[in-house]
């Protein structure tokens, strides 16, 4: 087979028919391609080399992942609900509620992630959704996590995903009424003050819960929605903190609530890039919401350009007495926390650093000093990174500082875990670094690893969204 053929067959191999019609493969789309586009020029914005080993292929995830994670343009409700709503006898006009059969039918805890359309970053969703049924039909319960993610898997805020779900059911379904409770958690950026490296007061998620309700749901005082709510106090759902359907929303996104200002100094062609990027995965630019959203997303990467923090380590002295070596002991600093950028998908991840190392017993009860340590962990962390490369570069670097002799654990949630086809919420990745002693000693990986449990027994559990 000559080369054309050989290309021509290539060419049919990644061309799909769909409906009788050729549909180009998902990478030769003109949608994938623009991303991609974009992507390598934000890279550049970013002074990285997109060719380097381990980038050069991010702007094709980032692509994948935009494009699945707002799948919900494409899809329609009603194909997932006309064929889902089954007959049920009972269920007539007016009959379900006040004493007659088939009331209240309440399902929670849908897990969805939808993507913040002021900043473009993932936020988690937790879905409850109650309903009425009538009309002698009810729907297949798995339908209820799909209406949610057609419109989840849109740029979006709470409140509108909330009026979205129920007014979708309620045209759909045609039940007596539907109500609908969100618990969204949205990652807190942090302080990306370089002369203040403390993070220790970082809050973790901004949390906001709201509602919205149809038909018999549309009082939101009546006695039907305080049995719903008391089926997700059940289940620990704060909902005194509950934004009521039609009431004020709090601004909760913290791209917006940190500054109202952006930088004059933006790319032009950074921004249109991500201008591209709106149209790419199917919305207006030019909605209301969106307008300032280029500049806020380009204001939380270009952070992670900065590259240049002085760590000031050259006035460390190494852990001697007196000129003599002394007996070493162990020295723990831990829950350091970082914040990073993931460079395969460009997303966020966030955790804490742990710290172990050995020093000679009589020097200072802290030789390298929290501030440095903090230092070391914010350098490596505010740029695109891999959690794993993170972990050895700061054990590399605190090596020589202590005569070889260092462990560093990492802890990490990934956006990007919840933000992809895995979707797996709540999930967390550890990752260990360990130099002079504790390679060849496992009992001094034991002692450290087992300081870091007891300290986070002793904590209070601040993970949790709500």
């Given at each position: 087979?000559?080369?054309?053929?050989?290309?021509?067959?290539?060419?049919?191999?990644?061309?799909?028919?769909?409906?009788?019609?050729?549909?180009?493969?998902?990478?030769?789309?003109?949608?994938?391609?623009?991303?991609?586009?974009?992507?390598?020029?934000?890279?550049?914005?970013?002074?990285?080399?997109?060719?380097?080993?381990?980038?050069?292929?991010?702007?094709?995830?980032?692509?994948?992942?935009?494009?699945?994670?707002?799948?919900?343009?494409?899809?329609?409700?009603?194909?997932?609900?006309?064929?889902?709503?089954?007959?049920?006898?009972?269920?007539?006009?007016?009959?379900?509620?006040?004493?007659?059969?088939?009331?209240?039918?309440?399902?929670?805890?849908?897990?969805?992630?939808?993507?913040?359309?002021?900043?473009?970053?993932?936020?988690?969703?937790?879905?409850?959704?109650?309903?009425?049924?009538?009309?002698?039909?009810?729907?297949?319960?798995?339908?209820?996590?799909?209406?949610?993610?057609?419109?989840?898997?849109?740029?979006?805020?709470?409140?509108?995903?909330?009026?979205?779900?129920?007014?979708?059911?309620?045209?759909w379904v045609k039940p007596a009424g539907v109500a609908v409770v969100l618990e969204c958690s949205h990652i807190h950026f942090p302080s990306l003050d370089l002369d203040s490296l403390d993070l220790s007061t970082h809050r973790g998620f901004v949390k906001l819960l709201v509602s919205s309700g149809s038909g018999v749901f549309e009082d939101e005082s009546s006695d039907l929605w305080g049995e719903f709510l008391s089926f997700l106090m059940f289940k620990g759902v704060k909902t005194q903190a509950l934004c009521r359907n039609g009431g004020p929303v709090k601004e909760w996104?913290?791209?917006?609530?940190?500054?109202?200002?952006?930088?004059?100094?933006?790319?032009?062609?950074?921004?249109?890039?991500?201008?591209?990027?709106?149209?790419?995965?199917?919305?207006?630019?030019?909605?209301?919401?969106?307008?300032?959203?280029?500049?806020?997303?380009?204001?939380?990467?270009?952070?992670?350009?900065?590259?240049?923090?002085?760590?000031?380590?050259?006035?460390?002295?190494?852990?001697?007495?007196?000129?003599?070596?002394?007996?070493?002991?162990?020295?723990?600093?831990?829950?350091?926390?970082?914040?990073?950028?993931?460079?395969?998908?460009?997303?966020?991840?966030?955790?804490?650093?742990?710290?172990?190392?050995?020093?000679?017993?009589?020097?200072?009860?802290?030789?390298?000093?929290?501030?440095?340590?903090?230092?070391?962990?914010?350098?490596?962390?505010?740029?695109?990174?891999?959690?794993?490369?993170?972990?050895?570069?700061?054990?590399?670097?605190?090596?020589?500082?202590?005569?070889?002799?260092?462990?560093?654990?990492?802890?990490?949630?990934?956006?990007?875990?919840?933000?992809?086809?895995?979707?797996?919420?709540?999930?967390?990745?550890?990752?260990?670094?360990?130099?002079?002693?504790?390679?060849?000693?496992?009992?001094?990986?034991?002692?450290?690893?087992?300081?870091?449990?007891?300290?986070?027994?002793?904590?209070?559990?601040?993970?949790?969204?709500?």
């Open positions: 087979m000559g080369a054309l053929d050989e290309g021509h067959l290539k060419l049919e191999l990644d061309i799909g028919m769909k409906n009788g019609c050729i549909e180009l493969a998902f990478e030769h789309q003109p949608e994938t391609l623009a991303i991609q586009d974009a992507v390598k020029l934000l890279l550049q914005g970013l002074h990285e080399d997109v060719n380097r080993e381990g980038i050069k292929k991010t702007p094709f995830r980032v692509a994948k992942a935009l494009r699945e994670g707002t799948r919900g343009y494409k899809q329609k409700v009603k194909d997932y609900v006309q064929t889902a709503l089954f007959p049920e006898a009972g269920l007539d006009e007016g009959v379900g509620q006040a004493g007659g059969v088939g009331g209240l039918v309440v399902v929670r805890d849908l897990d969805h992630y939808s993507y913040c359309e002021s900043c473009l970053v993932p936020f988690h969703v937790k879905c409850h959704i109650g309903y009425v049924p009538s009309g002698q039909r009810v729907l297949g319960l798995s339908k209820f996590s799909r209406v949610t993610d057609v419109f989840a898997k849109r740029l979006q805020d709470p409140q509108r995903l909330a009026d979205d779900i129920c007014s979708a059911l309620q045209h996104c913290p791209s917006v609530k940190s500054s109202s200002k952006f930088s004059p100094e933006e790319d032009p062609e950074m921004v249109s890039a991500v201008i591209s990027i709106l149209k790419s995965v199917g919305e207006d630019p030019l909605r209301k919401e969106l307008i300032a959203t280029p500049s806020r997303f380009l204001k939380w990467m270009m952070n992670f350009q900065r590259a240049n923090l002085d760590m000031k380590l050259n006035n460390f002295n190494s852990a001697k007495v007196n000129g003599e070596v002394k007996e070493k002991r162990l020295h723990c600093e831990l829950n350091i926390p970082f914040w990073s950028m993931c460079e395969h998908h460009l997303l966020p991840f966030y955790g804490v650093v742990h710290i172990g190392y050995f020093c000679a017993e009589g020097s200072n009860p802290n030789p390298i000093g929290s501030s440095l340590m903090k230092s070391i962990v914010h350098f490596y962390g505010f740029k695109l990174q891999v959690q794993e490369r993170m972990t050895r570069q700061i054990a590399e670097t605190l090596a020589p500082l202590v005569d070889g002799d260092v462990i560093v654990v990492a802890e990490a949630g990934h956006t990007c875990m919840i933000s992809r086809g895995i979707e797996k919420f709540g999930s967390s990745t550890a990752t260990i670094a360990v130099l002079g002693r504790f390679s060849n000693e496992n009992s001094a990986r034991v002692v450290f690893l087992d300081k870091i449990h007891t300290a986070n027994a002793l904590k209070t559990d601040s993970c949790s969204p709500f």
